[in-house]
């Protein structure tokens, strides 16, 4: 095999000496704020701890109970960025944060089968602080229905698929590993809750 | 035949310096949020594994839990977490716990003592016994968390690297099957004890 490198090195010089802005980010065109708000969540712990953990209870209640979620809680979402942005609620804040992942924790640690009602109030309550805790960094020049679609639409996103992938790996309860893997599930939760009993303890330290 | 080498060897050359480049790459961090996030859940990761005393300690956990058998083998990696995190809760809020180094080193010793005698106790007690101990490493490990630069990485970082400790003491007690695997896990139970006198001896300034 013979490779001839002049050519090689004029081709890559020219390639080189024309560059063009990719514009690969659509974030940089007019449909971005549609990406800041989807993507903003995802910069959060609070937001990728707290959302987690709701579509894995979701999902440990089976099916049935977890579907309304995919519903309410991009409602919530919507909900809570209105009246954050409306109202200038400040919702969240390391405490209320902290209580929440310790709640997702203790709920999912003890395996509770709390009925639909009870998860639907819990998921959109969390939404609804959640949303309006985003809404604190939409700036002004920011097209909020954009910025709102792209919450509602990862809010639906992150849950539907949690929820989906729990619901996946629990498997049928009449599974011959259906034990340990409620188990893992449950060791989930205990290290949530940890972690919001540590962050509880610190908020209330500072 | 000598083109094909020299290809060979241009290619070769290529090969080593791509690697080399992406060797002394080093991460933009353009968002100093992400990297704090990133950075606090790296050394929250690396705290119980930077320990050896916290390391042998909790790889005993699992070990024991699992040649106790149910009900511990479930109830541990649940409860375990959460109860560390009562003793890194009494760690942000800077409460003292009496001799906290040589509880952790004391903890290896009798951790390891019991997995090598394979010490079966009241489920009840052999909780008691952990729980104590897990107050006193979370303490450990709370003690760091206000000094971090992400406390909520951070503290998602040391409970999942204990956890994974648990676990991967758990899967080393599934060879409790076997007789000789019993016999490799009360080996294990020496070594570990023999370390935690020795951190024992340490904490107590016995030993430089």
Not at chain 1, 152 to 169: K, P, S
Not at chain 2, 195 to 203: D, E, I, K, V
């Amino acid at each position: 095999m013979k490779v001839r490198f002049a050519p090689v090195v004029v081709a890559a010089a020219l390639l080189l000496a024309q560059p063009q802005a990719a514009d690969a980010h659509i974030i940089a065109s007019r449909l971005g704020d549609f990406y800041t708000g989807a993507l903003h969540p995802l910069t959060d712990l609070q937001d990728l701890i707290l959302w987690s953990a709701m579509g894995v209870l979701a999902g440990s209640l089976g099916a049935a109970a977890g579907r309304w979620l995919v519903l309410v809680f991009p409602i919530g979402l919507l909900a809570g960025l209105i009246l954050g942005r409306t109202f200038g609620l400040p919702m969240a804040g390391p405490a209320v944060d902290a209580t929440m992942i310790l709640l997702l924790g203790l709920l999912l640690a003890a395996a509770a089968r709390i009925p639909t009602a009870l998860l639907c109030a819990i998921g959109f309550g969390l939404a609804v602080i959640r949303g309006a805790a985003n809404a604190s960094d939409l700036a002004p020049e920011t097209d909020h229905v954009l910025f709102a679609a792209g919450l509602a639409c990862a809010g639906y996103a992150a849950i539907t698929l949690v929820m989906a992938l729990t619901l996946t790996f629990r498997s049928d309860d009449a599974a011959p590993a259906a034990a340990w893997r409620g188990i893992a599930i449950r060791a989930l939760g205990g290290w949530v809750a940890a972690v919001g009993l540590m962050m509880a303890g610190l908020a209330f330290a500072s | 035949m000598i083109d094909t080498v020299r290809t060979t060897h241009r290619l070769v050359l290529a090969l080593v310096l791509a690697i080399a480049a992406l060797v002394v790459a080093q991460p933009a961090f353009a968002h100093e949020q992400a990297a704090a996030a990133g950075g606090g859940l790296v050394r929250g990761l690396l705290h119980p594994l930077s320990g050896m005393d916290h390391l042998i300690a909790m790889v005993a956990v699992g070990i024991w839990g699992a040649q106790l058998g149910a009900p511990a083998i479930w109830v541990l990696p649940i409860t375990f977490p959460m109860v560390m995190a009562v003793g890194g809760v009494l760690g942000v809020l800077r409460i003292p716990l009496p001799m906290p180094e040589v509880v952790v080193a004391l903890s290896a010793l009798v951790l390891g003592a019991a997995v090598a005698m394979r010490l079966r106790l009241p489920f009840a007690v052999a909780a008691v016994v952990v729980a104590v101990f897990a107050i006193f490493h979370g303490h450990a490990h709370g003690a760091e968390l206000p000094s971090s630069a992400n406390p909520l990485a951070y503290g998602v970082g040391f409970v999942v690297a204990t956890g994974l400790l648990h676990l991967c003491g758990i899967v080393i007690g599934t060879l409790t099957r076997w007789p000789v695997g019993e016999r490799v896990i009360q080996a294990l139970g020496v070594v570990i004890a023999g370390l935690g006198c020795y951190f024992l001896a340490q904490s107590l300034g016995a030993v430089a």
